[in-house]
């Protein structure tokens, strides 16, 4: 079982794929189009987020990274920037699209969390740092992004700003409480060796939290999807659109204030890549079908795109920001 979960992990994209196609098959030969998959959408959300957040240090924050500088710059990228960027293109490519324009909402108002910090340990970026602004971005979530899509998305599609802020307060709070007091207790208990030894296991949970959602908001929306597949070229025009915008201003903000290699890279996943579980999570339960179809294969293209950032642009980013190549990860 662990050797699969650290698959998942590794391979997650793949996995993604497959859970796509195969709930696409199933929601066209089997009727689910009256399932009501909020129940599924709440445990899916704990099972994506508990173990991440029992995997991350929270304690720590006080003591990691010391540059407010970068901090406070990622942080308003991933929040503000980022949801200037969704903004028009909502306005635009789904101008007739209520419900996929606030998909794209979403991934603009809630930026990346606990990701932020694996990927940075890919890129040979500041760990450090990266853990400093998930914790802050994950605590910010629940009262900036409920402001951010109300005003937003609220003109598109009437949304309750009430039930919003409660749904975030729920899946961040509840799974960060949880985590945080089962990490404390496997510690106290089996001690910190033990505890390392099984936390590479983490991310494979939260991924099977990924898949389960996928599956079955998929599966819903299968028969929109297979009548209209235009609609597959469109999420991913814009998905892709915004990933470009984000990085081209976040590079270009990396190189205005001197960032080097290890903190541009930082700011501009941070300002790239968006939280997977809670956006997919929020819109599996309060919003409509195609929402969630925006935002259900996502994680693939995210993936995709953050593993061409950090491989194929990694050392073009490195030569802008300071002249010379970095120690990038090998493909191979």
């Known amino acids: 079982m662990g050797k699969l979960l650290l698959t998942i992990k590794k391979r997650l994209y793949i996995f993604v794929a497959i859970d796509f196609i195969v709930a696409l098959l199933f929601g066209l030969y089997f009727d689910v189009q009256h399932l009501n998959i909020r129940l599924i959408s709440i445990v899916a959300v704990f099972l994506m987020l508990y173990p991440m957040l029992t995997g991350m240090a929270v304690e720590k924050v006080k003591k990691a990274g010391r540059n407010y500088k970068l901090i406070s710059l990622t942080l308003f990228f991933a929040f503000f920037v980022a949801s200037a960027t969704a903004f028009v293109i909502s306005r635009t490519i789904f101008a007739n699209e209520p419900e996929l324009a606030l998909g794209i909402i979403l991934v603009g108002a809630i930026p990346c969390s606990n990701m932020l910090i694996g990927w940075s340990g890919i890129a040979d970026a500041s760990v450090e740092d990266a853990l400093v602004i998930a914790v802050i971005g994950l605590l910010l979530i629940p009262f900036l992004s409920p402001l951010i899509v109300r005003f937003s998305g609220g003109p598109l599609i009437p949304i309750d700003a009430k039930r919003l802020i409660l749904n975030l307060l729920l899946f961040i709070l509840i799974p960060l409480i ?3 007091l089962t990490r404390r207790a496997i510690i106290d208990k089996k001690g910190m060796p033990y505890f390392m030894g ?6 494979g949970v939260s991924s099977l939290g990924i898949l389960l959602i996928i599956f079955f908001s998929v599966a819903k929306v299968a028969h929109q999807v297979a009548g209209h597949p235009i609609v597959f070229l469109q999420v991913a025009l814009a998905l892709f659109i915004y990933y ?19 903190q541009g890279m930082i700011l501009i996943l941070g300002a790239t ?28 293209l995210q993936v995709l795109y953050i593993m061409f950032l950090i491989y194929a642009m990694g050392p073009v980013i490195k030569q802008l920001l300071e002249g010379k190549e970095p120690n990038t990860v090998s493909l191979a």
Do not use: C, D, R
């Not at 099984?198 to 991310?203: A, D, N, Q």
């Not at 968006?274 to 997919?280: D, E, G, K, R, V």
């Not at 599996?284 to 969630?292: D, E, H, L, P, R």
């Open 178 to 180: 949880f985590g945080y």
């Open 244 to 262: 470009i915008i984000q990085t081209l201003l976040s590079l270009g903000a990396a190189k205005l204030f001197k960032l080097n290699y290890a």
């Open 198 to 203: 099984i936390k590479k296991y983490f991310p």
């Open 273 to 300: 890549a968006s939280s997977q579980a809670i956006s997919l999570a929020l819109a599996a339960t309060m919003f409509g079908s195609m929402t969630v179809f925006a935002l259900a294969f996502k994680p693939i």
